[in-house]
């Protein structure tokens, strides 16, 4: 956790320039491309030695009010504040063992079942889907080799035809290191996921360069482009989800705007599925 923390400030200082932190602009020549810690602890108002102890994992008796000055400093977004506080608790507490839901409760399957226009899934922290209504399964056809339970994390940067399928790959490699690394702070013991970020690192460059630049970022919304095997091009809104009732749980939901080609193309890949059941 100490080395996360670390790592996570100093990228956070590397991104930001002086005249980006409102310091007035230097000339000549400076031997870090972001800011110095002198200067983040200037703008959080903080001796330097205090935030040098902060930066190397040290977060005993740190006020509220010290980790907000950092985070204005640092200029953190929510998610990356919240990120940090996750991994400075993590190193005051005690390892609890992770539970990670494995299957849909029947309620929530058949409200998923429900959509019948919406390609809906659920995935949990490790990104695996573990549930699906049958437009979201003829979505993400082709399902993982061997049967296995489709993790997107893997099919993202391991599965090759990935880079097709996902026409803004950038983005959606993106999003998916981001909610792992947001994992990692929440459940650092979580041996599983620690096992799961070693095998993609093992498998692919682009994921370990991400897992360096620490950023927890994801969207929660927007617009995902995809290439079909079977309907071709897909231009389609997206919404995500936590499962209150189910911690661990995300809810994805695909849609698509009246009037369009992609709505088309999501019927047909809809009458496809009715003609396969």
Not at 162 to 167: C, E, L, S
Request: aromatic share 6%; net charge neutral.
């Amino acid at each position: 956790m100490r080395r996360q923390v670390r790592e996570f400030l100093s990228t956070r200082r590397d991104r930001l320039t002086p005249e980006q932190a409102g310091l007035p602009a230097v000339s000549g020549h400076r031997r870090v491309k972001g800011l110095r810690r002198e200067e983040v602890a200037a703008l959080a108002g903080i001796s330097v030695e205090y935030y040098i102890r902060l930066e190397r994992g040290d977060a005993t008796h740190v006020s509220q009010s010290v980790l907000e000055g950092i985070s204005r400093a640092l200029r953190l977004s929510g998610a990356e504040y919240a990120h940090l506080l996750d991994l400075l608790r993590a190193g005051t507490i005690a390892c609890a063992p992770v539970t990670v839901p494995l299957r849909l409760r029947p309620p929530v399957q058949r409200i998923l079942d429900s959509m019948t226009t919406t390609a809906a899934l659920v995935h949990n922290g490790y990104l695996d889907v573990i549930g699906t209504n049958a437009l979201g399964r003829a979505l993400l056809q082709p399902p993982a080799p061997g049967g296995d339970r489709l993790n997107l994390a893997r099919s993202v940067f391991l599965d090759p035809a990935a880079r097709t399928f996902w026409p803004d790959w950038d983005a959606v490699a993106d999003d998916v290191t981001g909610r792992l690394l947001a994992g990692s702070g929440q459940q650092p013991c979580d041996r599983v996921l620690t096992g799961l970020v070693d095998e993609i690192s093992a498998g692919s460059q682009e994921f370990r360069t991400r897992w360096a630049r620490h950023d927890v970022s994801f969207r929660t919304s927007g617009r995902q482009r995809l290439h079909h095997p079977v309907v071709g091009e897909l231009d389609l809104p997206f919404e995500s989800t936590a499962l209150t009732a189910d911690p661990g749980l995300t809810l994805l939901m695909y849609t698509a705007e009246p009037g369009t080609p992609s709505e088309d193309a999501l019927r047909l890949l809809s009458s496809w599925t009715a003609v396969l059941r």
